[in-house]
């Protein structure tokens, strides 16, 4: 179709707003009254490439992005047992190898620095895939070179990130942190206290580290929550034990929660 001459009495009509494509509208598609198709994309996007992997479901790690394997106190230990658990876990739990076109216990993160980048790295150590779902912040969080550069989402919504963490999850390790970590660590507690979410293993590694910054005991003795909710969750002190508990707790390596079929992977992950 031959653009029309610039003089074309039509020229008002044709540089209106109103007549871009709604797809190619960005105006349109970052205002208001689209926000639900924006949360929708986000959900639609990272969803199709993880069935393009075959990833069925994953091993959830979180901790804080301000660990360093150089840093002081016990940081560097807990990056190295992160590190270590996420190469045990890969190498143990079905990630490494695709069966029937799917694979299970997948290690997924935020994606960003610290324990995430321990837990992607081991995976990749491992020669296995892992997942980073990345979130845009206020001081950019840079993606991690060790998560499979297929399986690096960065998403505008909180909300739908914890959504796609929390709804192939196998199994939660939760190592130090702070703010986020607390805020991931209880939205899985508050789904699996009200069985919003199925019964998956909870392991919260360095027991001296939880207990010194969360009194779980008084919220017991203040009525706040039940005795039995302390039953969710285990302590761990090594990547070793954090693999044997998961496996006590009901961990099935290359089995998944939801037995859906999935695509097959398409490639190898890619090294950083």
């Known amino acids: 179709m031959s653009e029309p001459p610039p003089a074309s009495p039509s020229a008002a009509q044709l540089a209106s707003a ?3 494509l709604a797809v190619l509208d960005q105006d349109f ?3 208001e009254s689209m926000r639900g198709v924006r949360f929708l994309l986000e959900f639609a996007k990272a969803d199709e490439a993880l069935r393009a992997w075959g990833v069925r479901s994953t091993i959830v790690v979180f901790g804080s992005a301000r660990v360093r394997e150089d ?3 016990r940081q560097p230990h807990w990056y190295a047992e992160a590190r270590r ?9 079905g990630a490494i190898h695709a069966t029937d076109g799917v694979r299970d216990n997948v290690i997924a ?5 610290g324990v995430m980048e321990a837990a992607n790295r081991g995976a990749w150590d491992a020669g296995a895939p892992s997942v ?4 845009t912040l206020p001081h950019e969080q840079w993606p991690n070179p060790y998560a499979t550069p297929d399986l690096s989402f960065r998403f505008h919504y909180f909300a739908m990130r914890k959504m796609h963490l929390a709804m192939r999850a196998n199994a939660l390790v939760v190592f130090p942190g702070g703010f986020g970590t607390f805020d991931e660590l209880f939205e899985i507690l508050t789904l699996r206290q009200t069985d919003k979410a199925p019964r998956i293993p909870i392991v919260l590694f360095d027991e001296a580290y939880w207990r010194s910054v969360v009194n779980f005991d008084s919220l017991v003795e203040h009525g706040m929550v039940n005795p039995a909710d302390l039953e969710l969750f285990r302590f761990a002190e090594s990547a070793e034990t954090v693999w044997s508990t998961l496996l006590a707790c009901g961990l099935k390596p290359g089995e998944s929660i939801e037995l859906e079929p999935e695509q097959a992977p ?3 992950p890619v090294a950083p």
Do not use: Q, V
Request: no cysteine.
């Open 29 to 31: 598609l970052l205002g």
């Open 85 to 93: 658990f996420g190469r045990i876990a890969s190498e143990r739990g």
């Open 132 to 135: 980073g779902f990345n979130i």
């Open 266 to 268: 398409p490639t190898e």
């Open 18 to 20: 109103s007549y871009r």
């Open 71 to 73: 840093g002081p106190g």
């Open 109 to 113: 993160t935020g994606g960003g620095p």
